[in-house]
C-alpha cells in the first residue's frame, strides 16, 4: 500500500508529465492536412503561375495585334501598283494630251518595258 | 497531519501551475493567454524576383479566418465551405516588445507569424527555396 508521501510524490510527476506533454507537443485534428505549406502555399504558387501565364499569354497577343497594324499601315502608306498595261495606257494618254514630249515618252516607255 | 500537509502541497502545486499557466496570465488580450482569430486581407507572393503577384486573399482562394490555438499549439483553418480543414503546428512562440512572434516548419515551408499586442495587427511570411509568400491581417481574441 502506498504511503501518502509516496501517493503525492506520483501524483506530481503524473501532473507534470501531462502538464509538459500538452505544453510541448503540438496536437493536430484528425485529417487536417497542412496549412501555410500545404494548402496556403499551394493556392498561392499556382496563383502566381496562372498571372505568369496570362502575362505572357497578354503579351503574345499585344505583339501580334501591334504586328498587324503595322503590316495594314505599310499596306495603307503604299500605293496599290498598276501592272503594264494601264501604265502604258496612262503613258499614251499623257503623250496624246501632250503632257510629255515623244522623247519623254520614248523613255519612260522604255522604263515600265524594262520592269516586265 | 500528514495528510493535511500532502493535501495542502497538491494543492499549492496546482494552484502555482494555474497561476503560471499562460491562462491566467490576463496582462493583455494579445499575448497568447487566448486562443486568437484572424483574418487574412492581403497577399503577396514571389517565385523569383520577377515574377511576384499581389493582391486580396479571395484572390488567392485563401480562407478568411484563421484560428490561433495555444494550447493545441496549431494553426487551424476550416476551407471549401467548411468541409475541409488544415493545421499548421506551431513550434515556438514569444513575446517579444509588442509582438507575440509564432514560428513553424511545414512541408519544406519556415513560417513565421507576428502579431501586434497593441492593436491585432498581423502578418504571416513563409519561405521554402521556390516560393516566398506574406500575408497580411489582423487578430482579435476569441
Same mark, same amino acid.
Given at each position: 500500500m502506498l504511503s501518502y508521501?509516496?501517493?503525492?510524490?506520483?501524483?506530481? #510527476?503524473?501532473?507534470?508529465?501531462?502538464?509538459?506533454? !500538452?505544453?510541448?507537443? $503540438?496536437? &493536430?485534428?484528425?485529417?487536417? @492536412? %497542412?496549412?501555410?505549406?500545404?494548402?496556403?502555399? %499551394?493556392?498561392?504558387?499556382?496563383?502566381?503561375?496562372?498571372?505568369?501565364?496570362a502575362q505572357e499569354q497578354q503579351a503574345y497577343y499585344a505583339q501580334q495585334t501591334a504586328e498587324a497594324a503595322q503590316a495594314q499601315a505599310q499596306a495603307q502608306a503604299s500605293p496599290p501598283q498598276k501592272s503594264v498595261e494601264e501604265q502604258l495606257a496612262e503613258l499614251q494618254k499623257l503623250a496624246a494630251g501632250g503632257y510629255i514630249t515623244p522623247a519623254e515618252y520614248k523613255t519612260k516607255k522604255q522604263q515600265i518595258l524594262d520592269t516586265m | 497531519m500528514n495528510n493535511k500537509v500532502y493535501g495542502f502541497s497538491i494543492s499549492a502545486l496546482l494552484g502555482a501551475m494555474l497561476f503560471l499557466s499562460p491562462a491566467a496570465d490576463a496582462k493583455s488580450a494579445l499575448d497568447g493567454s487566448s486562443d486568437l482569430t484572424c483574418a487574412a486581407f492581403e497577399v503577396v507572393g514571389c517565385t523569383d524576383a520577377d515574377n511576384?503577384?499581389?493582391?486580396?486573399?479571395?484572390?488567392?482562394?485563401? $480562407?478568411?479566418?484563421?484560428?490561433?490555438?495555444?494550447?493545441?499549439?496549431?494553426?487551424?483553418?476550416?476551407? +471549401?465551405g467548411g468541409?475541409?480543414?488544415?493545421?499548421?503546428?506551431?513550434?515556438?512562440?514569444?513575446?517579444?516588445?509588442? &509582438? #507575440?512572434?509564432? &514560428? @513553424? !516548419?511545414?512541408?519544406?515551408?519556415?513560417?513565421?507569424?507576428? !502579431?501586434?499586442? +497593441?492593436?491585432?495587427?498581423?502578418?504571416?511570411?513563409?519561405?521554402?527555396?521556390?516560393?516566398?509568400?506574406?500575408?497580411?491581417? %489582423?487578430c482579435k481574441v476569441n
Amino acid at each position: 500500500m502506498l504511503s501518502y508521501k509516496n501517493y503525492a510524490i506520483s501524483l506530481m #510527476l503524473v501532473i507534470t508529465f501531462v502538464t509538459a506533454s !500538452v505544453v510541448t507537443t $503540438p496536437v &493536430q485534428a484528425d485529417g487536417a @492536412g %497542412a496549412f501555410i505549406g500545404g494548402i496556403a502555399a %499551394a493556392r498561392i504558387g499556382r496563383s502566381i503561375r496562372d498571372n505568369n501565364d496570362a502575362q505572357e499569354q497578354q503579351a503574345y497577343y499585344a505583339q501580334q495585334t501591334a504586328e498587324a497594324a503595322q503590316a495594314q499601315a505599310q499596306a495603307q502608306a503604299s500605293p496599290p501598283q498598276k501592272s503594264v498595261e494601264e501604265q502604258l495606257a496612262e503613258l499614251q494618254k499623257l503623250a496624246a494630251g501632250g503632257y510629255i514630249t515623244p522623247a519623254e515618252y520614248k523613255t519612260k516607255k522604255q522604263q515600265i518595258l524594262d520592269t516586265m | 497531519m500528514n495528510n493535511k500537509v500532502y493535501g495542502f502541497s497538491i494543492s499549492a502545486l496546482l494552484g502555482a501551475m494555474l497561476f503560471l499557466s499562460p491562462a491566467a496570465d490576463a496582462k493583455s488580450a494579445l499575448d497568447g493567454s487566448s486562443d486568437l482569430t484572424c483574418a487574412a486581407f492581403e497577399v503577396v507572393g514571389c517565385t523569383d524576383a520577377d515574377n511576384c503577384t499581389s493582391g486580396s486573399a479571395r484572390k488567392f482562394d485563401l $480562407p478568411e479566418f484563421m484560428e490561433v490555438r495555444f494550447k493545441k499549439k496549431v494553426i487551424h483553418i476550416t476551407y +471549401d465551405g467548411g468541409d475541409k480543414q488544415a493545421e499548421s503546428p506551431i513550434n515556438n512562440s514569444e513575446i517579444n516588445g509588442s &509582438q #507575440l512572434v509564432l &514560428q @513553424g !516548419v511545414e512541408n519544406g515551408h519556415g513560417w513565421t507569424m507576428a !502579431v501586434n499586442t +497593441d492593436n491585432g495587427r498581423m502578418s504571416i511570411a513563409a519561405v521554402s527555396d521556390e516560393l516566398t509568400f506574406t500575408i497580411f491581417g %489582423a487578430c482579435k481574441v476569441n
